[in-house]
């Protein structure tokens, strides 16, 4: 990435198929509202509760679904800005791919598994038609990412991201771009990178463990069925399992906070995806245990139900602060201004004469 950029073809059709992802789950989220008997429902949907539609049919959307429409309206909107690196949106973009792809892998048998008879067939076409076209645009994003990149022209780079120096006759003046900071132009600083790392990395880990201890509660067999989908954990057409959403959560979030890590260039925006979701994640248990009354009685719970809210709170917490910390700006690029500092002669591989003296260390007169 460090060496090449998208071109202006790349980002606008990064763009347009951002803005399609976001149309089809505004789609599906205008078809709740219009189901619900009252539009509050959709809200209490989201939030975890069960309200019954204003029909029989099923609900199709889940909290994550209006996180996933803001998200791809912003990252479209970043690409079609030319003031926003290359860097930044090539990670923007495999992101979003990301995120959608491991949330709507499991729909892909799910809507199409024999203990969903039971609902209009051709509600379930439709939605398993959405997940495969939103699986589809996802592998568009990777592949816009992947072929829509050209060299930036800069004759590559020289230690701390700035440009690398050509041969310049011996003698000359020139402009030194000011060092703009360690790493990368577009990687985030040590200090944000690291809290990043460590805020990420805690929570994913947090959410893994929960989900190994239900693999060793429930069973591998039971397990299973809130892995890859059963009739008994089914909330929403677009809702993964609720097991395979903490999975791919916690991937998520390790992913990013390995990046973050290593300061790569795309680790911040696969940061603030990270850290999005599982600030809906957790909001959601959250919101949850309020409408049952859970949170109310925290201090009379069993001890693993206090250790599900800690965690849910703990969760939100780090997603919080993960997203504050990512949304840091990054190192900038290193570019020469007018008000750049002068060196004569000082360039590291500039052409010089055989036994030439070292240049003055001040200009001769008349200079």
Same mark, same amino acid.
Request: net charge positive; charged share 15%; aromatic share 6%.
């Given at each position: 990435m460090r060496d090449s950029v998208l071109t202006r073809g790349a980002r606008g059709l990064g763009a347009l198929v951002c803005l399609l992802l976001a149309l089809i789950g505004v789609g599906w989220i205008i078809r709740d509202l219009a189901i619900a008997q009252h539009s509050a429902d959709v809200g209490r949907l989201w939030l975890g509760e069960a309200p019954r539609p204003g029909?029989?049919? =099923?609900? $199709?959307?889940?909290a994550l679904d209006p996180l996933l429409v803001l998200?791809?309206?912003v990252v479209a909107v970043a690409a079609l800005r030319t003031a926003v690196a290359s860097t930044l949106v090539t990670g923007a973009l495999l992101s979003l791919a990301a995120a959608t792809a491991l949330l709507r892998i499991p729909l892909v048998w799910m809507l199409g598994a024999g203990w969903l008879q039971g609902l209009d067939s051709g509600l379930? =076409?439709? $939605?398993?038609l959405t997940a495969l076209v939103?699986?589809?645009l996802?592998?568009?994003l990777i592949m816009v990412c992947a072929a829509g990149r050209r060299r930036d022209g800069t004759g590559g780079r020289g230690a701390h991201g700035l440009p690398a120096p050509e041969s310049a006759p011996y003698g000359v003046v020139r402009a030194v771009p000011l060092a703009a900071g360690p790493g990368a132009p577009g990687s985030p600083f040590k200090g944000p990178a690291v809290t990043v790392a460590v805020l990420l990395g805690a929570a994913g880990i947090a959410v893994t463990g929960w989900e190994i201890h239900w693999w060793a509660q429930l069973g591998g067999e039971i397990y299973a069925k809130g892995l890859f989908g059963d009739a008994s954990v089914f909330r929403a057409l677009l809702q993964p399992p609720v097991h395979w959403q903490a999975v791919a959560l916690a991937l998520l979030a390790l992913g990013a906070g390995a990046a973050a890590l290593r300061r790569t260039v795309w680790s911040r925006p696969a940061a603030l995806t990270a850290a999005a979701l599982l600030c809906v994640h957790g909001a959601v248990a959250l919101a949850f245990a309020g409408h049952t009354g859970k949170l109310g009685r925290f201090a009379v719970l069993p001890v693993r139900a206090q250790l599900e809210l800690?965690?849910?709170g703990f969760v939100v917490a780090a997603g919080l602060a993960a997203l504050i910390a990512a949304?840091?700006?990054g190192v900038p690029a290193a570019v020469p201004d007018t008000d750049a500092a002068l060196a004569y002669g000082a360039a590291p591989?500039?052409?010089r004469p055989p036994h030439a003296p070292p240049p003055p260390s001040t200009l001769p007169p008349g200079w």
């Open positions: 029909e029989f049919t =099923a609900w $199709a959307t889940s998200g791809a309206l379930m =076409a439709r $939605a398993r939103q699986l589809a996802a592998i568009a800690g965690t849910a949304a840091r700006p591989g500039e052409a």
